[in-house]
């Protein structure tokens, strides 16, 4: 809705302009800017698991640029409890059966996609034709294969797609982006980051299983550490080599319990990192000509800390995904684009797919 707003208000510029007195022109966009650029957009969930429930749903409470306006769910039982704790109409509720009928409903501007990850794909090419822009979660997708195949649907049906990366609103991580490809400290001599969590959860949940997750803790977490590097230097690796070590081969049997890789950069800079289901790691650590500056907890919804040659960096803890989505919702507004669009889940993708490459081969991999 507010696209089309939006693009009356550039046509208007565009067209209305010619001949029409400043004074006029100035009051006519002022009286347009008083309406409806301030209207919040809707976003619409789809998967009500623990991600939307524990902190998109509540983030969006927090929201000035849109608000949840709708959810999409399997469970009966859940669209009622939503519909009561968030106060939504019946109107905005959709399951998978009916989901493309969202086309029609103006309520909602944006869909985000927060189902396990062999689904995003699908979702994000069905809200895509239903004529929605959309944030998908990380890891993007299956492959780097299928990332393209979403961000190709998206262009073709003129919708933005954005990823889930809240770390690129986080003031913390923010600051490393600064340091680290601005060269504050110097060029960077080092870098090495580390992201995981022990898995206590259900030994049948889809985050084990290879065709719905992927992978395991490298596409779950290593995602972060991949991201981390990524944004630190600035740049996109070129090659990179894995190992990988397995302790509950029980648990994980399709997908990846802790993997660890080195990365090389253009110029033969390489950086080391690490993902794992089976240790509590959050850190990235940064040397450079000048100084070191490093984050820990680094990766987190909350928490997170850091220092500068070790002084404190002086950061409030901010609701990342609150951040995220306002800033993607005045993206759609004023059609500009995402610092985080589909492109920047797809380099991932195009890591992750190396990483799972090399530790088959025991090679070296082309990051292509
Ligand atoms: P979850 O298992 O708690 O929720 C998944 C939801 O999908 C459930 O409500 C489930 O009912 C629904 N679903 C619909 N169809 C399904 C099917 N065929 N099989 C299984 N479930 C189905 O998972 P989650 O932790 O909420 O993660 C969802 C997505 O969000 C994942 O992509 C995950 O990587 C991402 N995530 C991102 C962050 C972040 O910090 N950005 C944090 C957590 C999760």
Redesign the pocket.
């Known amino acids: 809705m507010a696209t089309n707003h939006k693009f009356s208000r550039r046509d208007f510029i565009r067209t209305g302009s010619v001949g029409m007195g400043a004074l006029a022109l100035g009051s006519a966009l002022s009286s347009l800017a008083a309406s409806s650029p301030q209207k919040k957009l809707g976003i619409a969930l789809v998967?009500?698991?623990?991600?939307?429930?524990g902190?998109l749903a509540p983030a969006l409470q927090h929201t000035q640029n849109c608000y949840l306006a709708g959810i999409v769910?399997?469970?009966p039982s859940?669209a009622a409890d939503w519909a009561k704790r968030y106060n939504i109409p019946q109107k905005n509720i959709y399951n998978?059966q009916n989901f493309d009928e969202i086309a029609h409903n103006p309520d909602i501007d944006i869909i985000y996609v927060?189902?396990?990850?062999?689904?995003?794909k699908e979702y994000t090419i069905r809200a895509a034709k239903a004529g929605k822009h959309v944030i998908c979660?990380?890891?993007m997708a299956l492959n780097a294969g299928d990332c393209e195949d979403m961000i190709a649907a998206c262009k073709t049906a003129g919708r933005m797609l954005s990823i889930?990366?809240?770390l690129h609103f986080e003031p913390h991580n923010l600051e490393v982006m600064r340091l680290g490809q601005q060269q504050i400290l110097g060029k960077v001599t080092k870098i090495d980051t580390g992201n995981g969590f022990t898995y206590r959860g259900d030994p049948n949940?889809?985050?084990l299983k290879k065709a719905?997750a992927g992978g395991g803790g490298l596409?779950?977490m290593g995602i972060y550490s991949i991201q981390g590097t990524r944004y630190t230097l600035g740049q996109e690796p070129i090659a990179i080599k894995a190992t990988q070590e397995k302790t509950r081969p029980d648990l994980f049997k399709e997908v990846d319990e802790t993997v660890f890789w080195e990365m090389e950069f253009p110029g033969g800079f390489k950086t080391t990192g690490k993902s794992s289901y089976n240790h509590d790691w959050s850190y990235l650590k940064v040397d450079a000509e000048h100084g070191k500056f490093e984050l820990g907890p680094a990766f987190g919804?909350g928490g997170i800390d850091g220092s500068v040659n070790g002084k404190p960096m002086p950061y409030p803890q901010i609701i990342q995904?609150a951040a995220q989505m306002d800033d993607f919702a005045q993206c759609v507004r004023l059609n500009k684009p995402t610092r985080v669009p589909g492109e920047e889940g797809l380099k991932d993708m195009k890591v992750v797919d190396a990483i799972y490459r090399s530790l088959d081969s025991g090679k070296w991999e082309k990051i292509s």
């Open positions: 998967g009500l698991g623990n991600y939307s429930n902190q769910t399997g469970t859940k998978y927060v189902l396990p990850v062999f689904l995003h979660e990380k890891p889930g990366y809240r949940a889809w985050r719905m596409m779950d919804y995904q």
